[in-house]
């Protein structure tokens, strides 16, 4: 079976300084995993995605993931917050072609200015 | 491109009555999706469908059904609703292939059973 768990359902930080939001797995097989963010109001929009290819993942709007399976790890991060970032994130795992994925409880991420 | 639609936005429900989450998506994607999300409790799994005519049970399905007659639809049928099912569903669609693909979620809708 396949699960996600995010650390830290709140994170604050200043603008300018370093988003760090943390992700770990369990999966007994290779996973694809994937970063959403959801804006109040809004539906789910795809961050990032790992799917085997390169360990270090970069999305749209400056955020960027690294997959690090001796750690279980697929953390989301970027250099440097902006007022625009405060959105709830999710994390996701999914291991086949045409399987579910697994969400994580979600990390809400405050920027303040 | 629409992408994925769902409606209605809101609605509000008395404690036994029936209603239908329409979604619908224009992308030819084989799989479709419904979601609820709870605050504090992510995204849980409710229904999922591979292709027309073929749907499956996910995480939490009491009080539900759906159909996926055609590819492009996937409607959410609640039959005798309850204060338990005040939440907000979203509707995803994907397209998968070797090299992984990603959800694309429709904006839900907020539903309160009263």
């Known amino acids: 079976a396949q699960s996600v768990t995010q650390l830290g359902s709140h994170v604050s930080v200043s603008e300018g300084a370093l988003v760090l939001l943390r992700c770990n797995y369990s999966?007994?097989?290779?996973?694809?995993l994937f970063w959403y963010v959801q804006y109040p109001n809004q539906g789910l929009q795809l961050l990032l995605k790992?799917?085997?290819?390169?360990?270090l993942v970069k999305g749209i709007n400056g955020f960027e993931a690294e997959f690090k399976k001796s750690e279980t790890s697929f953390h989301l991060t970027k250099p440097s917050a902006h007022m625009s970032d405060a959105a709830e994130y999710f994390c996701?795992?999914?291991?086949?072609?045409?399987?579910?994925?697994?969400f994580g409880t979600g990390t809400s991420l405050t920027v303040i200015p | 491109n629409a992408g994925v639609t769902q409606t209605p936005k809101f609605r509000i429900l008395k404690i036994g009555q029936s209603m239908t989450l329409q979604c619908a998506q224009d992308?030819?994607?084989?799989?479709m999706y419904w979601y609820r999300q709870d605050p504090g409790m992510g995204l849980k799994l409710i229904y999922y469908?591979?292709?027309?005519?073929?749907?499956d049970k996910g995480e939490v399905p009491n009080g539900y059904n759906v159909s996926r007659s055609t590819t492009e639809d996937f409607p959410l049928r609640l039959e005798l609703a309850a204060p338990s099912q005040t939440s907000v569903y979203f509707c995803?669609?994907?397209?998968?292939?070797?090299?992984?693909?990603?959800?694309?979620f429709g904006s839900g809708t907020r539903l309160t059973v009263v």
């Open positions: 996701a795992v999914s291991v086949a072609t045409g399987n579910q994925f697994y």
């Open positions: 790992y799917t085997s290819a390169a360990t």
């Open positions: 999966s007994s097989v290779p996973p694809y």
């Open positions: 469908s591979v292709g027309a005519g073929i749907t």
């Open positions: 992308m030819n994607h084989n799989y």
């Open positions: 995803a669609s994907s397209s998968w292939d070797r090299k992984g693909g990603g959800y694309t």
